[in-house]
């Protein structure tokens, strides 16, 4: 069971929007930054968002981040077949001292 | 350009232990927390450790504590794990990956590509 809560699975098709949430406490997201990663099955995950909704430079613009609360968004516009992969949030848990995942979402682009 | 390269990894007996490697090129070492992430088969990703710039601090999953210790030698930009009194649950991908600032809850920039190891008997 993952500190931070993400849904298993997502789909959309090519052109859409979707989301990505994670949900969390007063620990960690809601006290702590949120970043998201990408990891396509056998590579190692990339980062896409940092800091709850800053992008590091080459990530473009359809990928975007925000918080809420005790809870984080990943959107992603203009879903291309490329974006096919799995999506991680991440953050600190102070009471645990201790880095957390979320447990990843499959996104599929129909 | 930043570059994070894992060895060390392989097949171990439950009970065992194993020592991995990471050698970071492209950067300044010394400036930078450093991360061990795990990810098991098939399954997601786990954050295992971390340590900050000069040692001072380090962190570690409950899943692991006692049983790993993370080291860094900032003179050979490298970072390290050991791991001992292995279990079949510890088997997974190891990757070493950089904290992209000074605080906790930083996230990770840069990642190598991982190194497999495997607990079994």
């Known amino acids: 069971q993952s500190v931070l809560t993400q849904p298993p699975s997502v789909s959309a098709a090519p052109g859409q929007k979707v989301t990505i949430s994670c949900s969390g406490s007063?620990?960690?997201?809601?006290?702590?930054?949120v970043s998201w990663y990408q990891q396509i099955p056998g590579t190692a995950p990339k980062l896409l968002i940092y800091?709850?909704?800053k992008r590091p430079s080459g990530i473009p613009d359809r990928f975007s981040g925000s918080k809420s609360g005790t809870s984080g968004t990943l959107g992603i516009t203009g879903l291309q077949p490329g974006d096919e992969a799995d999506y991680y949030c991440?953050?600190?848990?102070?009471?645990?001292?201790?880095?957390?995942f979320g447990g990843g979402t499959k996104l599929t682009v129909l | 350009q930043v570059q994070l390269v894992e060895s060390g990894g392989g097949l171990v007996k439950p009970g065992g232990s194993l020592r991995l490697s990471c050698a970071a090129s492209?950067?300044?070492?010394?400036?930078?927390?450093m991360n061990w992430v795990r990810q098991s088969p098939g399954k997601g990703l786990e954050w295992v450790a971390y340590?900050?710039?000069?040692?001072?601090?380090?962190y570690y999953a409950d899943s692991v504590g006692g049983r790993f210790t993370v080291s860094r030698d900032n003179a050979k930009n490298s970072l390290y794990l050991q791991m001992n009194t292995l279990r079949v649950e510890d088997t997974a991908v190891y990757f070493c990956?950089?904290?992209?600032?000074?605080?906790?809850?930083?996230?990770?920039?840069?990642w190598g590509q991982g190194t497999l190891v495997t607990v079994s008997s």
């Open positions: 991440g953050s600190w848990d102070s009471s645990l001292s201790a880095g957390v």
């Open positions: 340590i900050t710039r000069n040692g001072e601090t380090i």
């Open positions: 492209g950067f300044t070492f010394s400036d930078y927390y």
């Open positions: 990956a950089r904290s992209m600032y000074y605080y906790d809850s930083s996230a990770i920039d840069y």
């Open positions: 800091d709850n909704n």
């Open positions: 007063s620990f960690n997201i809601g006290n702590n930054y």
